[in-house]
């Protein structure tokens, strides 16, 4: 992110400061390094400012307790007493009785969240005479899952079945609050529960189906933790290597199912008004994985060099994890692709006579070769889709699996994807007449100025979030009708 976050969400004693605040519009960290939010303001006074901005919210010293025992917004990490007249120790005795009552409104958030989860758990939801009720929960402190959510919600709107996408509503709320969730799942009572990478089904009824789409190596695929798995879960894996952890935990492999990512056709679609130009694009962060695990300089100058020869192997990768004494998961997971990305855009940004455009975080900026052609952070959707539809081609740059989000979004639009192969890649790959492949930096040289041998646009008509929400559905009324 450009900016530097140093604001936090505020509890004004002069209202004034609260508005003058309020109007700069200042942002604020949340749980995601991608995702921030807007500062938030309350302020307490005998009489609420009138016209004030969403962010400045007027909360009574008398009414805190209530207000945030149920609010959805953000608390405030600090109080401010500029411009009160209060001495320190009057400050710092207000500061103690405010913090007393904060503690006792979240104890009372606890309890309401208590009380929902197991009111949620007894909801039985009827089969037979009542429509199908699907709930998908997201987080807006996601980047990919929330919109993958939002999709499979639209798909199911789509066939003409009661889906409800719950998700944050605003930049002034987190997803770390889980009350909000249990209060909407429990006026909604589901028959179908649609999550992404997380079980979730101890909080909903036996009766109700659930289905899980794991699409990141999460800790419970890998860890000492059991995995329960009732007679209505199914479980949908992006990659084999995900469907094979669940089966050494004890997951039946018949409750689980490949589904390659799919795309939007709302957002994502050929514009003819758009002039397409003979560039390349890129878009996807540079997550600095090996930046937050501390990798020496030493070891990744040995990945490097094994990316540019195109001799990255399984067995290496465990070697150098051992030698190394880092988790293998992770660094498999983690480390080795957020190299090959930046490796991979580092070649793209060292062709020459081909006009390159590389979006994304801020974090590319750290890159020198990659800085003159760094065009910012596309908001998810409409823009990311003009962007598309004005380049020849695309580049996709992950050293394990080529069903990316990006390849069907940029396939959608009509873009021919440039997409990294090596022998790390385990996936059944259906569409490679569709694509042009490359392992190398010579090989990525020659795609240019290449067509593939069929249509690119095939892949997102094969692969569809419509698809997927069919069969959810056949699977939930195949179970029904074997009882």
């Given at each position: 992110?450009?900016?530097?976050?140093?604001?936090?969400?505020?509890?004004?004693?002069n209202?004034?400061?609260?508005?003058?605040?309020?109007?700069?519009?200042h942002?604020?960290?949340?749980?995601?390094?991608?995702?921030?939010?807007?500062?938030?303001?309350?302020?307490?006074?005998?009489?609420?400012?009138?016209n004030?901005?969403?962010?400045?919210?007027?909360?009574?010293?008398?009414?805190?307790?209530?207000?945030?025992?149920?609010?959805?917004?953000?608390?405030?990490g600090?109080?401010?007493?500029?411009?009160?007249?209060?001495?320190?120790?009057?400050?710092?005795?207000?500061?103690?009785?405010?913090?007393?009552?904060?503690?006792?409104?979240?104890?009372?958030?606890?309890?309401?969240?208590?009380?929902?989860?197991?009111?949620?758990?007894?909801?039985?939801?009827?089969?037979?005479e009542?429509?199908?009720?699907?709930?998908v929960?997201?987080?807006?402190e996601?980047t990919?899952?929330?919109?993958?959510?939002?999709?499979?919600?639209?798909?199911?709107?789509?066939?003409?079945?009661?889906?409800?996408?719950?998700?944050?509503?605003?930049?002034?709320?987190?997803?770390?609050?889980?009350?909000?969730?249990?209060?909407?799942?429990?006026?909604?009572?589901?028959?179908?529960?649609?999550?992404?990478?997380?079980?979730?089904?101890?909080?909903?009824?036996?009766?109700?189906?659930?289905?899980?789409?794991?699409?990141?190596?999460?800790?419970?695929?890998?860890?000492?933790?059991?995995?329960n798995?009732?007679?209505?879960?199914?479980?949908?894996?992006?990659?084999d290597?995900?469907?094979?952890?669940?089966?050494k935990?004890?997951v039946?492999?018949?409750?689980?199912?490949?589904?390659?990512?799919?795309?939007?056709?709302?957002?994502?679609?050929?514009?003819?008004?758009?002039?397409?130009?003979?560039?390349?694009?890129?878009?996807?962060?540079?997550?600095?994985?090996?930046?937050?695990?501390?990798?020496?300089?030493?070891?990744?100058?040995?990945?490097?060099?094994?990316?540019?020869?195109?001799?990255?192997?399984?067995?290496?990768?465990?070697?150098?994890a051992?030698?190394?004494?880092?988790?293998?998961?992770?660094?498999?997971?983690?480390?080795i692709?957020?190299?090959?990305?930046?490796?991979v855009?580092?070649?793209?940004?060292?062709?020459?006579?081909?006009?390159?455009?590389?979006?994304?975080?801020?974090?590319?900026?750290?890159?020198?070769?990659?800085?003159?052609?760094?065009?910012?952070?596309?908001?998810?959707?409409?823009?990311?889709?003009?962007?598309?539809?004005?380049?020849?081609?695309?580049?996709?740059?992950?050293?394990?699996?080529?069903?990316?989000?990006?390849?069907?979004?940029?396939?959608?639009?009509?873009?021919?994807?440039?997409?990294?192969?090596?022998?790390?890649?385990?996936?059944?790959?259906?569409?490679?007449?569709?694509?042009?492949?490359?392992?190398?930096?010579?090989?990525?040289?020659?795609?240019?100025?290449?067509?593939p041998?069929?249509?690119?646009?095939?892949?997102a008509?094969?692969?569809?979030?419509?698809?997927?929400?069919?069969?959810?559905?056949?699977?939930?009324?195949?179970?029904?009708?074997?009882?």
């Open positions: 992110m450009e900016e530097n976050y140093t604001q936090k969400d505020t509890y004004f004693f209202k004034e400061i609260a508005l003058q605040e309020a109007n700069k519009k942002r604020v960290y949340t749980n995601s390094t991608e995702i921030d939010g807007l500062q938030i303001c309350f302020y307490t006074d005998d009489e609420p400012l009138e004030a901005p969403e962010n400045c919210i007027y909360v009574p010293l008398e009414n805190v307790y209530n207000y945030f025992a149920t609010t959805k917004n953000r608390f405030p600090i109080i401010n007493f500029d411009n009160t007249g209060y001495s320190l120790g009057e400050q710092t005795e207000i500061q103690s009785q405010f913090n007393a009552v904060m503690r006792a409104a979240i104890m009372e958030r606890q309890n309401l969240e208590n009380i929902y989860k197991e009111e949620v758990s007894k909801q039985i939801p009827n089969f037979e009542e429509e199908l009720r699907i709930f929960p997201a987080c807006r996601t990919v899952m929330q919109y993958v959510s939002k999709n499979i919600a639209e798909a199911l709107q789509e066939l003409g079945y009661n889906a409800k996408f719950f998700i944050q509503d605003n930049e002034m709320q987190t997803c770390s609050d889980r009350l909000p969730l249990f209060v909407d799942l429990h006026g909604f009572n589901p028959h179908i529960f649609i999550g992404i990478n997380h079980l979730n089904n101890d909080i909903i009824n036996e009766n109700v189906f659930s289905f899980i789409w794991f699409q990141d190596p999460m800790p419970v695929l890998y860890d000492k933790s059991s995995i798995i009732r007679s209505r879960d199914y479980i949908y894996t992006l990659f290597e995900y469907t094979e952890a669940l089966i935990k004890g039946d492999k018949n409750k689980i199912f490949h589904q390659p990512f799919a795309t939007n056709p709302k957002l994502f679609n050929k514009d003819e008004s758009i002039p397409r130009k003979d560039k390349v694009i890129f878009l996807g962060s540079d997550y600095n994985f090996d930046g937050d695990m501390g990798l020496d300089d030493e070891l990744i100058e040995k990945i490097n060099i094994h990316i540019e020869n195109n001799t990255l192997s399984m067995e290496l990768i465990k070697h150098m051992d030698d190394y004494a880092y988790d293998f998961e992770k660094f498999k997971m983690y480390i692709p957020s190299l090959v990305r930046r490796r855009v580092i070649w793209l940004c060292s062709l020459e006579n081909v006009e390159v455009e590389v979006y994304g975080t801020d974090t590319w900026l750290q890159n020198p070769e990659v800085v003159p052609y760094y065009k910012g952070l596309l908001p998810y959707g409409e823009k990311m889709s003009k962007v598309y539809n004005g380049a020849k081609y695309a580049l996709a740059a992950h050293p394990q699996y080529r069903y990316q989000q990006r390849v069907i979004e940029m396939s959608a639009c009509g873009t021919i994807p440039i997409v990294y192969d090596c022998s790390l890649v385990t996936e059944n790959f259906y569409h490679e007449n569709n694509v042009l492949s490359f392992s190398t930096f010579e090989e990525l040289k020659e795609c240019i100025g290449k067509e041998k069929e249509d690119a646009s095939k892949i008509e094969d692969i569809s979030y419509k698809n997927m929400a069919k069969d959810i559905i056949n699977k939930v009324q195949n179970h029904l009708k074997a009882k």
